[in-house]
């Protein structure tokens, strides 16, 4: 399979480079935060570019993107390419005028044929593109195991008034509906932060989803507390959650899966993002994908919104408008350089000629459709957020709020939070 691959991206790029004005003696640098099995996944995308193309490209990676790609635009040397890692990095930098405008770059035809109109207007700022994504990871995902299901006679849900008739009908049984776990060290909270970001697309749609990720309204919005409280409906009942609030706050987010699987079961329902199936697979060896778990989408609540994708995604940008650079960013948006990469990483190509037999599993596939299928596409909002919010308000507050805390004092809070971290200069104006 890795050989096909390899062909067909090589043969993709013959026709790309040697079809340009691309000198074999050129250079391209590229700056991202990759390392370990992602930048491993990164080089042998890299491989077969420079084999067909003769460009050296040369990778250099940081932990810190911001701080080194502001002293390196300060020193007037950017690099040519580079791996964004937020969308609000993207606008920032294409509103002073430090990215190319890719419209100018991409066969835009042959792009909006191959991609998802979502993913070409979330890369928007103004009348340029400024982003091409190549892969994405969904969020949007609750894990069941089939078999159980079948079992007591539970059928996969497709909107929350269903969702809600089911977990009735499971506590009616004697079952437990839902296992949470919020721990994760000096990150605990997150998994509930994107349970509240799920809903808020769900129930306010992704322009308030918006607004609030950028501040533009307020934590004690009506609307963020409906989310909050829809949340905490199940959360913080001992009947819907196994084990209650106090395991929800104790059980680490990679072990939360594991009661589906227990014998009997403890649960019968987990959201998460699609990484949860290795830790499912390593804790439960023996288990099949398909057969004993499978995922559906978490379900529409109000009709009009549907059932958006929360996610976040692999883009990267331009930063000098050399021949080299634009053989590569054309590279990058063919389903053979996305094929080597997803295909190295399990992650999901954006690219719809992508061959899905490059996925592992027919899970992975059916991942791979509904993210192409999807109308809305977000990014994860306490990772687009200020840190001190996204990352410490946002976070801390879920906790508290599972804990038993008034909502009023937890929203209050956040704000308090929000007030003081964002400007009035925001990276999203």
């Known amino acids: 399979m890795k050989k096909g691959l390899f062909a067909l991206a090589l043969m993709v790029l013959v026709v790309l480079t040697f079809g340009s004005t691309v000198m074999a003696e050129g250079k391209l640098t590229v700056m991202g935060v990759w390392g370990g099995q992602e930048l491993d996944a990164f080089m042998k995308v890299v491989e077969s570019f420079e084999k067909a193309s003769g460009i050296d490209v040369q990778f250099e990676g940081t932990r810190d993107l911001p701080t080194l790609l502001t002293t390196r635009l300060e020193a007037g040397n950017p690099p040519d390419v580079v791996a964004l890692t937020g969308l609000g990095m993207m606008k920032d930098l294409a509103k002073s005028g430090n990215l190319v405008d890719l419209t100018g770059v991409l066969d835009m035809e042959t792009l909006k044929e191959d991609y998802n109109q979502t993913w070409i207007d979330l890369a928007t700022y103004k009348d340029g593109m400024y982003g091409l994504y190549i892969s994405a990871d969904i969020k949007s995902l609750v894990w069941y195991n089939p078999k159980e299901f079948a079992a007591k006679g539970y059928e996969v849900p497709s909107t929350w008034e269903e969702l809600e008739t089911l977990t009735d009908k499971m506590v009616a049984n004697g079952d437990t509906p839902w296992s949470i776990g919020l721990e994760s060290g000096a990150a605990s909270g997150w998994p509930g932060t994107d349970w509240i970001e799920d809903i808020m697309l769900r129930t306010a749609g992704p322009e308030v989803y918006d607004q609030w990720v950028n501040h533009d309204i307020s934590w004690t919005d009506e609307r963020v507390r409906r989310a ?17 609030p106090t395991a929800v706050l104790a059980t680490n987010f990679g072990d939360a899966a594991n009661p589906l699987f227990a014998e ?17 697979k390593e804790n439960n060896p023996g288990v099949v994908a398909g057969e004993d778990f499978d995922f559906f989408p978490f379900p529409s609540i109000e009709e009009e919104f549907g059932t958006p994708v929360l996610g976040a995604a692999d883009m990267i940008s331009m930063m000098n408008d050399t021949p080299e650079a634009r053989a590569f960013m054309n590279y990058l948006a063919t389903p053979g350089a ?43 909002g306490s990772d687009s957020m200020p840190a001190a919010v996204g990352s410490g308000a946002f976070w801390q507050g879920v906790l508290d709020y599972v ?26 104006d």
């Open 228 to 244: 909050f409280e829809i949340f905490g409906k199940i959360a913080r009942d001992p009947k819907l959650v196994w084990g209650g």
């Open 264 to 280: 009997p079961a403890q649960a019968y329902m987990h959201r998460q993002a699609s990484f949860i199936t290795s830790f499912i």
């Open 338 to 380: 996305q094929m080597i990469w997803v295909g190295e990483l399990g992650k999901i190509g954006i690219n719809k000629r992508i061959n899905p037999n490059v996925y592992p599993d027919d899970i992975t596939r059916k991942m791979a459709k509904a993210l192409q299928n999807a109308s809305v596409f977000r990014f994860d």
């Open 403 to 428: 804990g038993g805390q008034d909502l009023d004092s937890v929203l209050e809070y956040i704000e308090d939070i929000a007030d003081e971290s964002y400007t009035t200069g925001k990276a999203t």
